[in-house]
């Protein structure tokens, strides 16, 4: 039998006879799991009750990450899931997306209304920027007011754009990425999932037009 633990895929693998492999088919099927899964299920239990820890992965840090975004853009502010105080928000502002034709993106506006109460309408994207990061993370806007002035740009829109074009993936990197997700999740020619008792061999081709090729094989061990 085979399974696959932790982020990077690590496989434990072990041969078990044909008669154990049928028995634990057979508890498989009497708690209505798949033979993967009740395999899962094992290592699952040995962590759960024997985990000693261990730093925190990328995926799980960036979870907790976006948690916190979202609790910290509450606190002062309007609640939607919060049953308490709706009879007595008012509407400051809206940013609206104006529908265009279908070639053409739509035309962002706010409308808001001024000290005086009079209904105003502006295509300034700064302020509508401002006007949403103020509302969800204030230290976010306050460091990139910090940045465009720093950088000398006349607007944080400006600022933003640079920041995330400099911090993009380099095209190289990400085909390379596409490469390694293209051995990551193999399926059979018709979509579906890698059979148990079918096994894939990958092999590379000279040809850099053509990223692999799959090549079938029947084995007798229980592959998952």
Request: net charge neutral; with cysteine; charged share 25%.
């Amino acid at each position: 039998m085979r399974a696959k633990l932790g982020n990077e895929g690590v496989t434990i693998a072990s041969k078990i006879s044909q008669t154990d492999k049928r028995k634990l088919h057979a508890i498989a099927n009497e708690l209505g799991m798949t033979f993967y899964s009740i395999v899962q299920a094992c290592f699952l239990f040995l962590v759960r009750y024997w985990d000693r820890g261990s730093a925190i992965t990328a995926e799980h840090r960036n979870i907790m990450q976006a948690f916190f975004n979202v609790l910290k853009s509450t606190i002062g502010s309007f609640n939607p899931v919060s049953t308490r105080n709706h009879s007595t928000e008012r509407v400051k502002g809206a940013i609206l997306l104006v529908e265009r034709n279908k070639s053409k993106r739509p035309q962002l506006l706010e409308v808001y209304r001024d000290e005086n109460g009079i209904l105003m309408e502006s295509y300034n994207f700064d302020n509508m920027l401002k006007d949403f990061l103020g509302a969800i993370d204030p230290n976010a806007l306050q460091r990139l007011e910090e940045e465009t002035q720093v950088l000398g740009n006349i607007s944080i829109t400006q600022t933003l754009q640079e920041l995330i074009m400099q911090r993009t993936t380099p095209e190289a990197d990400m085909m390379k990425a596409e490469v390694r997700d293209l051995f990551t999740d193999i399926r059979i020619a018709t979509g579906q999932q890698l059979n148990f008792d079918v096994k894939y061999k990958q092999r590379h081709r000279t040809n850099l037009n053509e990223y692999t090729t799959m090549q079938q094989e029947q084995t007798y061990r229980a592959d998952i």
